[in-house]
């Protein structure tokens, strides 16, 4: 079930309310990658906490622990909330976090792939064959020298000694 923002600023304090709008979208987008990792850290403490206070209401209501106020909690609605809303809100600093490291992952291979082809036009201009071996420059794919057979070796005698009989019938006729 979804959260609606009113039933977010009634759970949550106004500073827990502030780091909730930076992990929106286009405030997101906006942070650096440290502070992106600070906002992070401060908000995986500010859910680990209130899931630990939603935990201690939900044993006070059960009797097993002690209250800490003067009267024990009867619900634990309100830290749970606040719970969901914080978890709500890391997901979507993972997601912007998976995005970016995503996009790194594709420029940095984009990169590459140019810096490759770029190394292939060079050799292409000095006239040295792409596949041959050179001292410094690395290692070269060497073809295997073993000519792997796809014709089953009982074939191969088969077609061997029905050209000896061919040839033998030939030879016998002259």
Not at 22 to 28: A, F, I, K, L
Not at 79 to 85: H, N, P, T, W
Not at 122 to 130: E, F, G, L, M
Request: glycine share 4%.
């Amino acid at each position: 079930m979804a959260i609606t923002r009113k039933e977010e600023e009634r759970a949550l304090s106004a500073e827990e309310r502030e780091v909730v709008i930076q992990t929106r979208h286009p405030d997101v987008q906006e942070l650096s990658d440290d502070a992106l990792s600070k906002l992070l850290r401060r908000l995986r403490d500010m859910r680990d906490r209130a899931k630990s206070q939603a935990n201690q209401q939900r044993r006070e209501m059960r009797g097993k622990a002690q209250p800490k106020g003067a009267v024990p909690k009867s619900s634990d609605a309100g830290s749970r909330l606040k719970a969901s809303v914080l978890a709500l809100s890391l997901k979507r600093l993972n997601a912007e976090i998976q995005r970016r490291a995503s996009m790194s992952r594709k420029h940095s291979l984009v990169e590459n792939a140019q810096h490759a082809l770029q190394l292939k036009l060079h050799a292409q201009k000095n006239d040295i064959p792409y596949n041959t071996r050179h001292a410094n420059q690395g290692m070269r794919d060497i073809p295997d020298k073993k000519v792997t057979s796809l014709i089953r070796p009982a074939e191969r005698g088969r077609l061997r000694k029905a050209g000896a009989a061919a040839q033998a019938r030939r030879d016998a006729a002259d």
